[in-house]
């Protein structure tokens, strides 16, 4: 018994799967022996339990009428009774016989061939270089039936195969004068069997920025605890599950999925995070000033330019790891400025005296394998641009975009996603942040476009990976009428 690419084929008494694509060679005429052994394969007319009736043409010379399947599907590690049903109606020269490729879905993802399997197509010499009864030695006007069996490797991963049938003679294959039976290159593509694998459906991708609106709360509405208890938390601004910085699709499992909300009141900005880290590790202590937390640190990251311009001008880079550690920053231009000499321990990575002045606080739960991190910045540590207020008035809108990180940031996510326009500061495709009043609501003049809690169509807005700490639920907040 031979093997194709996993399929191991059983076609009664000949145990046979060619090892190439290709077709058998032209043969000789058959002998009284032969066709004493094909006979019960000869049939006046095709059998009325046949469920598949079809009629594709080749050349007006033969037709396949029907075919069925013992069962109609091709389970992984099952095995099939497969038969073709052919009638010969015009005169053929000698040479032609039988192909059938086996596809997946795709027509194009090869899976082995049939030629010399079965009954009447089964080798008569070595190598397969003959068919056994190949069409060229059919009588007109009687039906062949062509059965076979296949067994299906245990590992199939696709929805179906094809069964890609036709008639060929050294270069040539006869052609199919239906256009809807055509595959394009006169294999008829009407047979199918499905296997029963439930395909795994693609992550939904978020190519736009995305938008949320932040309601305002009184100052002693949130405690920074790490816990994220308070209810003013329950109708904040809510992210959307984080998804990949480059290609903007939402892993259902990464080593640090992520969701984010987002609250004001007039001193202080607040982001809460859950993210979703097996195993968060740190080397810093929460009073280090500036060390590298993206070289070594699970952590968070919020990129801030006040106002909506988009233009990377006057924006701030805040890091926050799992023990509390802070690295923040102040650019004035797009990665700009970096000074100092190639020792990266020594750079300064922008304005580094700057300090956001923010209170932290992290929770980590090693049971739901995640941890919570609040953050409340002060506005007072953000300077003002023309036309910009700090802190911002209901209805403004911020440009900002948060991030979740581990192992160098090899495992990064992002609220919005930069779509290789650039690295995690490119402002322009930053978040916008609608600072609403309180109740959440937004003044008209300035509304934003989008509700906040905005997802994938389709998609939860929590991603069901992260287990959230109780009592905490990050879910969509509800929206005031």
Not at 75 to 85: E, H, K, M, Q, W
Not at 212 to 225: C, S
Request: glycine share 10%; proline share 9%; charged share 25%.
């Amino acid at each position: 018994m031979r093997t194709f690419l996993g399929i191991v084929v059983v076609a009664g008494s000949a145990l046979l799967l060619t090892t190439q694509v290709g077709c058998a060679k032209r043969g000789k005429g058959m002998t009284k022996a032969d066709k004493e052994l094909v006979k019960d394969h000869i049939l006046d007319d095709m059998p009325a339990d046949v469920t598949h009736k079809v009629d594709v043409n080749y050349e007006d010379k033969i037709h396949l009428i029907g075919w069925k399947a013992e069962p109609e599907i091709a389970a992984p590690g099952s095995t099939v009774r497969f038969t073709l049903y052919w009638r010969k109606t015009g005169d053929l020269d000698p040479g032609w016989k039988l192909f059938t490729h086996v596809t997946t879905d795709d027509p194009k993802q090869a899976k082995g061939n049939l030629d010399c399997v079965g009954a009447i197509r089964q080798e008569k010499s070595a190598n397969c270089q003959t068919q056994m009864y190949p069409p060229s030695e059919w009588e007109k006007n009687k039906v062949i039936k062509d059965t076979f069996e296949f067994s299906v490797p245990a590992d199939v991963t696709w929805s179906q195969y094809r069964f890609l049938v036709g008639i060929w003679k050294d270069d040539a294959r006869l052609k199919i004068k239906n256009a809807d039976a055509n595959d394009g290159d006169n294999r008829a593509n009407v047979v199918t069997l499905p296997t029963g694998v439930k395909q795994v459906e693609p992550p939904p991708q978020k190519t736009e920025v995305p938008k949320l609106n932040a309601p305002k709360f009184g100052k002693a509405d949130v405690k920074i605890d790490g816990k994220m208890d308070e209810k003013a938390w329950e109708s904040a601004g809510f992210s959307g599950p984080f998804v990949g910085p480059g290609d903007g699709k939402t892993p259902p499992d990464h080593p640090v999925n992520a969701a984010a909300k987002v609250v004001w009141d007039d001193a202080n900005l607040y982001v809460g995070f859950v993210v979703e880290d097996k195993e968060p590790t740190s080397p810093f202590k929460g009073g280090d000033k500036d060390p590298h937390i993206w070289e070594k640190s699970s952590a968070v990251e919020l990129m801030i330019q006040p106002g909506d311009p988009g233009d990377n001008k006057g924006y701030y880079e805040i890091q926050v790891d799992v023990n509390g550690a802070v690295f923040d920053t102040g650019w004035d231009d797009y990665n700009q400025p970096i000074t100092g000499g190639p020792d990266e321990a020594t750079k300064q990575f922008g304005h580094m005296d700057w300090t956001s002045g923010l209170k932290q606080a992290v929770v980590v739960d090693k049971e739901k394998k995640n941890y919570t991190l609040e953050v409340a910045i002060p506005w007072a540590a953000f300077k003002a641009r023309e036309g910009i207020s700090v802190p911002p008035k209901p209805g403004d809108t911020w440009r900002v975009n948060l991030y979740s990180f581990k192992d160098g940031q090899r495992a990064a996510l992002a609220w919005s996603p930069i779509l290789g326009e650039g690295n995690f500061h490119k402002s322009a495709r930053f978040g916008k942040i609608t600072f609403a009043g309180p109740g959440g609501v937004v003044p008209a003049a300035s509304a934003s476009g989008s509700a906040s809690g905005s997802a994938a169509p389709g998609h939860s807005l929590v991603p069901s990976a992260i287990p959230m700490p109780h009592p905490v639920k990050l879910v969509p907040p509800v929206q005031p009428k």
